[in-house]
C-alpha cells in the first residue's frame, strides 16, 4: 500500500510538472524602467556631442494575457508564445561635433531632435523570440532637444552652450516598424551566444543588421520570460549578474535623422540650387556600418541596475566613430 502511494504521488509530481513554467509565468510582474543615454556617461567621462549625444527612455511592460488591435501588426510565431508588451516615451538628441559653434558646420552631422512613442511585442519560444516594435512621432524643432540639451550643458554638466541649433531639420513626422528576430546558437548554464537579425523600415529608419549576443556570468536564459520580468514568487527568482557584448553590422539604405523627413524635403545637396536646408546628401552617407556594445548587469528581485557602452562607426563618409554610455535602471511594480 506504501509503495502504491508513493507511486501515485510520483505519477502526479510528473503529469503536473509540463504546466510548472505556465505557474510560473503567471507570477511575473510589470515593470517600469528609466534608460539615459548620454556621451559624457562613457567610460573615457568625456563629451564628443558628435552625432547620438543624449536621449532618455521611460517604459512600462509587463506580460500580455491577451491580444489587442496593436497587436495585429506583431510578428507571433504561435499562439502558444510567451508574450511581453512594453510601450515607451523616447527622446533623443543629435548634434555635430562642435556644439559652441555657431556657424554652420558642412559636411558634419545636422543638429535634430526626436521624440516618439513605442509601441512593442516580444514573443518568447524555447530557444528563438520574435520582437516587433511600432514607432510614431516626430522629429526636428518641436521634440525641444535645444530646450533639453541647453538646460543639460548648463545646469548640469556646467560645459559649452549649443549654438548651432538655428540649423536644425525641420519638423516632420517619424515613423518606423523594427521587427527582430533572435536565436540560440550555443547555451550553458554560465554563457549563451545567441544571433541576431533586425529590420527596420518606415519614414525614420530603413536598415537591415546582422549581430550576434554572447553572455557570460548568472542569469536566466535569454527566452526565460523571467530574463524580461520581474517575478513576485521569492522561490523563484534568482539574483542575475553578466556581462554581454554585442556586435553588428548593420546596412542603411535611409536614414530621414540625417537626410530630412518625407513631407519637407530638403531639396538637392546643400550648396546646389534649390536647397531647403542643410542636410546629409544620399552619396556622403556610408551604407554599411559596424560596431558593438558592451553590458554589465545586475538583477536583484526588486531592481536591476546596467551599464552599457557603445561604439559605432560613422554614418557620413571621412567622419570619425562616436561612442556613448547608458544607464539603465528598472523596477518591479
Known amino acids: 500500500m506504501k509503495n502504491l502511494l508513493q507511486t501515485l504521488k510520483i505519477t502526479i509530481l510528473l503529469c503536473f510538472f509540463p504546466f510548472s513554467g505556465i ?44 491580444r489587442n488591435i496593436f497587436d495585429r ?25 562642435h556644439i559652441g559653434n555657431s556657424q554652420l558646420q558642412v559636411g558634419d552631422y545636422p543638429y535634430v531632435g526626436l521624440f516618439v512613442v513605442n509601441y512593442g511585442n516580444r514573443f518568447l519560444e524555447k530557444d ?9 512621432g516626430i522629429q526636428g524643432k518641436a521634440a525641444l532637444s535645444c530646450e533639453v540639451q541647453s538646460f543639460l550643458h548648463q545646469k548640469v554638466f556646467h560645459s559649452n552652450i549649443p549654438q548651432g541649433w538655428k540649423y536644425q531639420l525641420p519638423n516632420d513626422i517619424a515613423a518606423c516598424y523594427t521587427f527582430s528576430f533572435d536565436k540560440k546558437l550555443y547555451s550553458t548554464t554560465r554563457a549563451e551566444f545567441l544571433g541576431n537579425a533586425t529590420l527596420q523600415f518606415g519614414t525614420l ?52 535623422l540625417l537626410e530630412g523627413g518625407p513631407t519637407n524635403a530638403p531639396g538637392p545637396a546643400w550648396g ?28 536583484s528581485r526588486w531592481y536591476s541596475i546596467a551599464f552599457q557602452e557603445h561604439l559605432q562607426s560613422a554614418e ?14 528598472a523596477i518591479k511594480l
Open 316 to 329: 557620413i563618409k571621412g567622419l570619425p566613430a562616436h561612442e556613448y554610455g547608458t544607464v539603465i535602471f
Open 73 to 97: 501588426i506583431a510578428i507571433a510565431p504561435s499562439d502558444s508564445s510567451f508574450q511581453i508588451r512594453s510601450i515607451s516615451l523616447d527622446h533623443q538628441t543629435y548634434t555635430p561635433h
Open 23 to 66: 505557474c510560473q509565468e503567471k507570477e511575473l510582474a510589470s515593470s517600469f524602467l528609466l534608460k539615459l543615454d548620454n556621451d559624457y556617461l562613457s567610460i573615457k567621462m568625456r563629451g564628443s556631442d558628435r552625432y547620438y549625444t543624449c536621449g532618455i527612455l521611460l517604459e512600462y511592460a509587463s506580460q500580455a494575457r491577451s
Open 128 to 136: 528563438y523570440s520574435f520582437t516587433s516594435t511600432l514607432t510614431l
Open 272 to 299: 546646389k540650387p534649390g536647397a531647403k536646408y542643410y542636410h546629409i546628401n544620399r552619396d556622403q552617407m556610408e551604407r554599411i556600418v559596424y560596431g558593438y556594445s558592451w553590458t554589465l548587469c545586475y538583477v
Open 205 to 256: 529608419h530603413n536598415t537591415f543588421k546582422l549581430g550576434g549576443l554572447f553572455r557570460f556570468g548568472r542569469f536566466y536564459n535569454f527566452f526565460d520570460p523571467r530574463a524580461w520580468l520581474f517575478t513576485r514568487e521569492k522561490r523563484f527568482a534568482k539574483r542575475q549578474l553578466y556581462i554581454t557584448v554585442e556586435p553588428y553590422l548593420k546596412f542603411v539604405q535611409g536614414n530621414s
